[in-house]
């Protein structure tokens, strides 16, 4: 079996040319003009993966891609939307910026900022974020602070504090973060050559999956794309406010980076469903944990607890017949392969303390062959 092919180190002619990011690769999707600085970590061309497993577990027609954004340059697909917030924010004279959450909105601020010599100020809720994250914000010098309340409770304090200071707000209720986390959806469909036919994808705040219906609408709109995907997004059960219709005054999830209870894009995520035919559901915290294993143990990829959440989505729809159902209900034919997307929004090494939780840990041995082997089942 081969795993990769060599590609020759010499030969340039061949090489393709060079990623610069998601803004300079999509510029005429998005608000920039040539006075617009370009702050970029050169975010975005994440892979998209086939999983075999999961496609197996589907069965024909279905084949399951799995776009990894973890890969991005802080670990999360919040760069895509970074790059054009703080590049806006320094071509508006801007020297400050300012965000709540729950992780990665902070770590890539605090980088984006640090790039552009920009102030960070970042709230986060105390105790409640992954350790991975929290190491990127302060090391990038972003001014931390934990709040005693929880993420819902941060996004009210920096609105306000927004408000009275000049200061950047570059949560996702900044719509330059939206415009730039749509180019996930181009990426896909550049790569498929078509859009797929669902797109499942974790929600917490509800701006990716906001994002994402946007860039699939304007791609449809400019003529790339002939369909549009059905958008199915996926609530940790106990932080389900779009799926039972009310805001959660206390969301629990180990999934820290979507525990929240009252989401800002919350009527963005309703339009996106319902204009695509999707659904918004909620998995609970045992589905997560077993998607985020079987994505390790299986197809190879380390992704942090709430990007498992598109995965375990789904799998308890096909378990319940969805996909079968919507491809016969839209007169599909079950022999023309029908695509489907997860975003993986997040890298696993996020938040290490997880993994080590979810596995028996190493035993510790004397440096003897004869023990080892044994312990280890080697005879
Ligand atoms: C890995 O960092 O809200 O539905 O403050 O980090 O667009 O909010 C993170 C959200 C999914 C949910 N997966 O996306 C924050 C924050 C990961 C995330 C989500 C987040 P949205």
């Known amino acids: ?26 510029r005429s999707f998005l608000p920039v003009s040539t006075a617009t600085p370009l702050v970029t970590l050169l975010e975005g061309n994440t892979p998209l993966i086939y999983s075999k497993v999961l496609s197996q577990r589907l069965g024909e027609p279905f ?37 709540a959450s729950t992780g990665n909105t902070s770590a890539s601020a605090s980088a984006y900022a640090a790039k552009a010599n920009l102030r960070s ?10 350790l991975g994250k929290l190491s990127q914000a302060l090391i990038h010098g972003a001014r931390v602070v934990a709040v005693d309340g929880n993420f819902d409770v941060c996004l009210q304090l920096v609105r306000a504090m927004a408000q009275q200071h000049p200061i950047t707000l570059v949560n996702s209720i900044n719509p330059f973060r939206i415009e730039g986390q749509k180019t996930c959806a181009f990426e896909v469909c550049d790569v498929l050559g078509r859009a797929p036919d669902f797109h499942l994808i974790p929600v917490g705040n509800a701006g990716n999956i906001t994002a994402h219906w946007k860039g699939y609408r304007e791609y449809h709109r400019g003529g790339r794309i002939a369909s549009l995907p059905v958008m199915l997004g996926f609530q940790a059960r106990g ?42 559901d909620a998995v609970s915290d045992r589905q997560i944990l077993e998607a985020y294993q079987l994505l390790a143990q299986h197809d190879g990829l380390f992704v942090e ?9 789904l799998l308890a729809l096909a378990r319940g017949g969805y996909f079968r159902r919507d491809l016969k209900r839209r007169g599909r034919r079950l022999k023309d392969p029908a695509l489907l997307v997860c975003t993986l929004t997040g890298h696993g090494l996020k938040d290490p303390e997880r993994a080590l939780k979810s596995i028996r840990p190493p035993r510790t041995l004397p440096p003897q062959i004869e023990a080892i082997s044994k312990a280890v089942g080697l005879r």
């Not at 399951?64 to 760069?79: A, R």
């Not at 100020?121 to 992954?130: D, E, F, N």
Request: hydrophobic share 45%.
């Open 305 to 313: 607890p709430a990007s498992a959440a598109s995965v375990a989505g």
């Open 239 to 280: 932080a389900a406010p779009i799926v039972s219709g009310r805001v959660v005054k206390v969301p629990k999830t180990i999934a820290t980076a979507i525990r929240i209870g009252n989401p800002a894009s919350w009527q963005s995520a309703l339009q996106a469903r319902d204009e695509s035919g999707g659904r918004i």
């Open 121 to 130: 100020l970042v709230l986060i809720p105390r105790g409640a974020i992954a």
């Open 1 to 26: 079996m081969t795993f990769a092919t060599p590609s020759p180190s010499t030969g340039a002619a061949s090489r393709p040319a060079a990623w610069r990011g998601v803004i300079d690769a999509y």
């Open 63 to 99: 084949h399951v891609y799995l776009k990894f954004e973890g890969l991005n340059p802080t670990g999360s697909f919040k760069d895509r939307g970074m790059t054009l917030a703080i590049s806006k924010a320094v071509e508006s004279g801007a020297r400050a910026v300012l965000c």
